[in-house]
């Protein structure tokens, strides 16, 4: 995956499962927010992933073997890049309710 700016990634938040992000390499920022304090559109049941606008509170630098737990109803925007375009390698496990 490569990291790139924020108007090229989505927000998106989960009702029925934890994000856990680990970074192989490389480092990228996510952006996080209160599912509350953003515009919500549509939600797609069969893939869990509500579809939102809005601004970002805060952001984390994600580096090389952290990881990031992001729970069910936490919006987030992922895969920006730190400086200038890097491509990362991360696994997303989905961890059920």
Same mark, same amino acid.
């Given at each position: ?27 990228? =920022? ?13 939600? #797609? ?14 952001? =984390? ?27 990362? #390698? ?6 059920? =309710?």
């Amino acid at each position: 995956m490569e990291t790139t700016t924020e108007e090229n990634r989505p927000w998106e938040s989960h009702k029925e499962y934890y994000d856990v992000h680990y970074l192989l390499n490389g480092e990228e =920022i996510i952006l996080y927010n209160f599912l509350s304090q953003m515009e919500l559109s549509e939600y #797609k049941v069969d893939d869990d992933w509500q579809q939102m606008n809005g601004t970002a509170l805060f952001s =984390i630098k994600l580096k090389k073997d952290m990881l990031l737990l992001l729970e069910p109803n936490d919006a987030h925007k992922t895969g920006l890049l730190v400086e200038e375009p890097l491509n990362i #390698k991360k696994v997303v496990f989905k961890v059920k =309710i």
